[in-house]
């Protein structure tokens, strides 16, 4: 354990100092006036949990069995856009962290590092995040060079039909491709660290900052939407994929419904961690409804919001098979490369485990909405 970082903002921090502001932003805000986050927030806060004593609590498990395989924790490593920026190989050391955790990693599309390498540090198959490109052969090429590799779990996002409004990345100076301004260079400046060991090995190894898996063309400079994705699309995916198929960024009951019936494997009930809607519900506000309309017949998790192991108890209690954390991993990634993450995924599941203790829960079969009390405001 990092000495003195005790908590997810302690890592956070930590975070913020090492990075470069542009850098940092990206990763750690929302998107216009921002109160999405503070309404995923609430959403966990204004949940109380109630102990229960007089119970024989002291063999505790968190192990789980999601999309038919055994899981060491309910827990997940969300697919983050640039994650190998925040540390040199830092994809790979992300993977490498969770699989000594024994949790399941999710690689973006727009990883730094090719999922070939990243499979390869990982002890386990790593899970596949897919943006659908407007181009869909070269979706399907994608789909088939992930396949090749052993990736078993893939997962359509399909909550960026725009762009979020991120306007902070416009005064930070910060996108990509990498537009130079004197602010962004200045910023870039002021963090020696990070320029050498993280920006100078992407110059001198890869040539500059690249998206492996993006079309020849489209590697130094791309845009995630895909205004023209329908439902068509998931039943023709499902069609080609063989393996798990979970669908990321549902929030509507009825969305969550008809995914089912296309025979999707699961779905994450996210918004994009507060990143592209600003006035969409916080996922555990939706949680609770999608759950009990198709829990029995899909895995159900849950992203966006998470910061201690009682919010992993709320969300199961409220329906979720699992959840994904993004933005934690990559703030113990930034803090300590492979040993900050996997100190922080430790973190969050001695949290969760402690919280199981007190209210008297033995096993995450335990855990329902009966150890709750919602708030009304």
Known sequence: MIAHLLNTDDFRIRARKRLPKGLFDYLDRGTEDERGLERNRRAFDQIKIVPSFLKNVSNRRIDTTILDTNWRAPLAVAP?????????EGEQAMARAASRVGVPVCVSTMSVAPIEDIAAASTSPPWFQLYVWDDREATYGLINRVKSVGVEVLVVTVDGPVNGNREYNIRNGFGFPFQPSAKALLDIARHPSWTISVLGRQVVYRKGIALPHFPEGRQRGAICTTASLTWDDIRTLRGLWRGKLLLKGILHPADAQFARKVGVDGIIVSNHGARNLDS???????????????????????????????????????????????????????????????DILCLLLRELDRTMGHAGCCDLNDVDQSRLVFDDT
């Open 280 to 342: 969409a519900p916080s996922p555990l506000e939706m949680l609770p409804t999608i759950a009990n309309e198709n829990g029995d017949e899909i895995a159900i998790l849950l992203d966006s919001g998470i910061r201690r192991g009682s919010d992993i108890f709320k969300a199961l209690a409220c329906g979720a098979h699992g959840v994904m954390v993004g933005r934690a991993p990559l703030w113990g990634l930034a803090a300590g490369g492979e040993q900050g993450a996997y």
């Open 80 to 88: 983050t856009a640039l994650a190998g920026l925040v540390w040199p």
